[in-house]
């Protein structure tokens, strides 16, 4: 499973190549884009191709779901800490049937101790980042955890046996993608790899 996750700030040819990379098979893209208002998510929206909106999970302004055809939400940790538990008053204005739903998490205890049923969870920094510096990898070792688990931090075409290796059943990928100047080639390695275990 390979998760893409967006840079946080727009760069050149960015819808361009996202469309390649959807051409190319992705699945899963995770929009973030922080410094980005609820309009401005809906214009980057409408930049993506529509037939790949739903391989598109939310993190911010979840209400999305209800009017594009999103895949999913994703709750950055704090987000998750402040509403999960009580998730039924949460959801309640939100279409969320056949939607994914997802977290961060940076601790792998507090994953293990997460009662509520994500779809997966996505855990860093597994590696040292290599989007944001001086964010330095803890090599997470997730086998004994029985949820799935995305590997993220430091992720790129290279490493993705090491992650494995700890548990990991994806990787969520961002500067591996987006700073590498062969962006299209490298996701196609990532899929080959997945796609021979």
Not at 35 to 52: A, F, G, P, S
Not at 116 to 123: A, K, N, S, T, V
Not at 188 to 196: H, I, T, V
Request: proline share 3%; hydrophobic share 30%; net charge negative.
């Amino acid at each position: 499973m390979i998760i893409l996750i967006a840079p946080e700030e727009d760069i050149s040819n960015e819808i361009d190549i996202l469309n390649r990379l959807f051409e190319e098979g992705l699945e899963y893209y995770h929009l973030r884009k922080p410094n980005k208002d609820q309009q401005q998510y809906c214009d980057y929206l409408h930049l993506i191709e529509e037939k790949y909106h739903n391989k598109i999970v939310v993190h911010d302004h979840h209400e999305l779901v209800n009017t594009f055809k999103l895949k999913g939400i994703h709750f950055q940790e704090q987000k998750r800490r402040d509403n999960i538990d009580n998730p039924g008053q949460y959801f309640l204005n939100l279409s969320m049937y056949g939607k994914t739903i997802s977290s961060s998490f940076h601790e792998p205890e507090e994953l293990e101790a997460c009662d509520f049923e994500f779809d997966y969870h996505l855990l860093s920094p597994v590696f040292s980042s290599i989007s944001k510096k001086g964010y330095e990898g803890r090599g997470f070792d997730v086998n004994h955890i029985d949820k799935k688990i995305i590997g993220m931090g430091g992720v790129t075409k290279n490493n993705l046996s090491e992650i494995q290796k700890l548990g990991f059943q994806g990787v969520g990928v961002l500067g591996g993608i987006w700073n590498s100047k062969t962006p299209i080639e490298d996701f196609r390695a990532m899929q080959e790899f997945y796609r021979n275990k």
